[in-house]
């Protein structure tokens, strides 16, 4: 197989380094163009306008949380040496953004970390799971170790 479009999702956990150092040396190694995709999920803050003692919420809306993960992805790009290659981040659940922007950019692999979870995780599904059974490509799931 000779990838040319590879998508990689990368979360800021400390085992992006693991799958962004993959995803490096397989677009190298196939000369490929690489997307580097992290997805976040936007929970607007909740307010209790009767609770005397809550205080107003920090004005920290979806817009201003997509620029603050853009500037970390572009970090955490460049301290993996993959700032040349294309960046996205959106707003939405993991497991169906890396799906769909798949196949938007017709990616023939995507690297994604699978942290082979147990119980609860398991019956409720992973997005390495979801990625694996609804991708429009090859997936390369790269076994993390838990994180302690």
Known sequence: MNYKNILVAMDFSLAAETVGKHAKAMAEQYQANLTILHVFEYIPPITLADDPF????????????????TAQLRRMAENLGLEKFEQHVVAGTAKHEVVRLAGEHQS?????????????????????????????????AVRIKNEK
Not at 54 to 69: C, I, K, N, R
Not at 113 to 124: A, N, P
């Open 54 to 69: 809550t205080p107003p919420p920090a004005d920290f809306g979806e817009s201003a949380a997509l620029d603050h993960a």
């Open 108 to 140: 023939d692999l995507i690297i994604l970390g699978s942290h082979g979870r147990h119980g609860i995780s398991r019956l409720l599904g992973s997005t390495a799971a979801y990625v694996l059974h609804n991708a429009p490509c090859d997936v390369l």
